[in-house]
């Protein structure tokens, strides 16, 4: 079954084809890359799905549903979460706060409920306290959860963003590229991370650069180039496929 | 050690004593204020020598050291239990000063909703109190209804009042928001000004009445002291309850990133219009409460800059942080009234007193960064 499906998705900004006629399905509880050189439009098509763009033509099922013209809090509530090429906390709160304020799409405690302090905020607050404890226990983030979100190291931000963005309860996660600029050994923490999402139930999309990490964990692989899918397939079809080669290194190799 | 900066500050000021004093007095106030500050700086260079006293000081300007003491319980409660019996010691102008305090913390804290947690820059914040002081002053004047009948319609309509201003201001940003509610500010001046038949213009409205409570008329200040520390206490309990709620942390969520924000689930749109008008709620009551007190509402109480100095409170106190709010809107308040006795620098002397302020501590007097919740 597929989880997310793109149907003839274009997206253009001014005169440049950042998307041309993408079709793409991301089969449920899989963990799927999508790679290619700057500018291909991998960040793009993110955005299409998160509804950051409106792509100018095609449509996005998920979960069988049309997503183009939903706003992205209701795409966010349908479930699907992302991460941020250059991170995007929340700075200025606590970690386990960042976490915290992430679970507002699962909760629904109203003015009257707050301003009265009714059972079901109290309850509320209790219930998203101890799921946010979990997701940073996940990520291997709890004794941060009192500090300020900005000050942390960059490699922990990055996987308090992957926290925060599990904590919205997404069935579908999209990464982008979420080990950029971290060493060897955060990085193979970060992969371990994904492998255990997947054990979840969680269907992942990644953007990545590095190979080490697309060819290690990812099930099927997407090339993109200009704005175009090149080729699709499992890593060792990629490998060896001839233009993914020639988008990468150029015709003479 | 830097010269520069102390330099600067001392230019400023005798640019700023200049037109008022002459050149003489300009210099001299240079050289004691570029004096002090050098001293305070070299002080600090050899904190460790006067190690624990000095670098306490020191400690006050650089982190959060004050916080977690206005913030101790048992401070809240002695300062509580002080301003109960306060009245029965003090003459009335203390009374007064105390009472306008009050207003003003409830306003400050109602823009702290939209400029502290929201982070949307609101400089006609002034319009919804004047619409919350008219329209007690008109129900009252005009169809005989008294204050506690007539605060709820009153604050009901300026959450409307704040809807209405959202739902165009919102699809601007920053400065562009700035503006259109700046220019919202004066148009609801100006309609009160001009429009004769209702609210009389410039002459203002007279005689509205007091509230009644069991058929105990408020009359005297003390009453009205102690009906104010009651709304104060109503508002802080209140705004502080939705700072840390699902609401207060979708609106720092939108402050502090409003594209993830909408990513992890939050309606931004409809967030904000909330934080507007869940701060409209705040200045309908400051607008009622000031219009019964006085019993005269007039135009000329609602001007660009009450706006400017209830902004100020917020930013002053800490933008974003309750007690600091409080404090600030209190400070702002009580300066200018000691300063009275140097009637004609006490604007400048406030002003200056903001400078450095903003110099040594950008983030307000209990502002900063400081996790309200934790393990």
Not at chain 2, 329 to 354: D, H, S, T
Request: glycine share 8%; with cysteine; hydrophobic share 50%.
């Amino acid at each position: 079954m597929h989880l997310l499906e793109f149907r003839n998705i274009s997206m253009h900004f001014g005169g440049i084809k950042a998307i041309e006629d993408l079709d793409m399905r991301v089969k449920e509880n899989q963990i799927m890359s999508i790679i290619g050189p700057n500018g291909a439009g991998k960040t793009t098509i993110f955005n299409c799905i998160t509804g950051l763009t409106k792509p100018v033509k095609g449509s996005i099922f998920f979960s069988g549903k049309d997503i183009v013209n939903l706003q992205p809090h209701e795409i966010a509530k349908l479930g699907i979460a992302r991460t941020f090429q250059n991170i995007r906390l929340f700075k200025e709160m606590a970690v386990l706060e960042n976490i915290i304020v992430a679970q507002h799409c699962r909760t629904s405690s109203g003015l009257v409920d707050t301003v009265f302090g009714l059972g079901r905020f109290r309850r509320e607050e209790r219930i998203i306290r101890e799921k946010a404890i979990e997701y940073l226990e996940f990520v291997g983030l709890y004794d941060f959860a009192n500090t300020v979100s900005g000050s942390l190291p960059y490699g922990a931000q990055r996987k308090l963003e992957i926290a925060r963005a599990l904590a919205s309860e997404p069935s579908l996660i999209l990464l982008d590229e979420p080990t950029a600029g971290m060493n060897p050994q955060e990085t193979g923490q970060v992969m371990e991370l994904i492998e255990n999402m997947k054990k979840l139930g969680k269907t992942v999309l990644l953007i990545e650069h590095d190979m080490k990490v697309v060819m290690g964990i990812s099930e099927w692989i997407v090339v993109m180039d200009h704005g175009v899918k090149i080729a699709e397939g499992i890593p060792e079809d990629i490998k060896n496929n001839q233009l993914v080669i020639e988008a990468y290194l150029g015709k003479e190799y | 050690m830097s010269l520069i900066n102390p330099l600067i500050i001392s230019i400023w000021f005798a640019i700023l004593f200049l037109p008022f004093k002459g050149l003489k007095a300009a210099l001299i106030s240079f050289i004691i204020i570029l004096l002090t500050l050098l001293l305070f700086k070299s002080l600090l260079r050899y904190k460790n020598i006067f190690k624990d006293p000095l670098h306490k000081i020191y400690n006050i300007f650089e982190s959060n050291l004050l916080t977690p003491v206005y913030e101790s319980i048992y401070l809240r409660y002695v300062l509580f239990a002080v301003l109960l019996v306060m009245p029965f010691f003090v003459r009335d102008y203390v009374l007064d000063v105390a009472i306008l305090s009050c207003i003003y913390i409830i306003l400050a804290l109602g823009l702290n909703v939209v400029v502290g947690f929201a982070g949307l820059l609101n400089l006609g914040f002034v319009a919804f109190y004047a619409i919350g002081a008219y329209t007690y002053a008109l129900l009252n004047t005009k169809l005989g209804i008294g204050f506690w009948s007539a605060l709820p319609f009153s604050m009901l309509l300026t959450t409307i009042a704040g809807f209405l201003l959202a739902i165009p201001a919102l699809r601007l940003r920053g400065d562009y928001l700035a503006i259109v509610t700046l220019g919202f500010g004066e148009i609801v001046r100006l309609i009160l000004n001009n429009w004769d038949t209702l609210t009389k213009g410039p002459n203002g409205i007279s005689g509205i009445s007091t509230p009644v409570v069991f058929s105990f008329t408020f009359y005297k200040l003390t009453h009205f002291y102690y009906l104010l520390i009651f709304f104060v206490v109503i508002t802080i309990l209140i705004t502080k309850r939705v700072h840390n709620s699902r609401i207060g942390r979708a609106w720092i969520a939108i402050r502090e990133d409003e594209i993830a924000a909408s990513t992890i689930g939050i309606n931004t749109t409809m967030y904000k219009l909330y934080s507007f008008a869940f701060g409209a709620f705040w200045a309908g009551l400051a607008g009622s409460i000031f219009a019964a007190k006085m019993q005269f509402v007039s135009p000329e109480s609602f001007t660009f800059m009450e706006s400017v100095l209830i902004l100020c409170m917020v930013i002053l106190g800490g933008s974003g942080s309750i007690s600091g709010v409080v404090v600030g809107a209190f400070l702002l308040v009580l300066l200018p009234e000691l300063l009275r006795e140097v009637q004609l620098y006490r604007m400048l002397a406030l002003g200056a007193g903001l400078v450095i302020l903003m110099i040594f501590r950008p983030q307000g007097i209990l502002g900063g960064k400081s996790a309200s919740l934790r393990i």
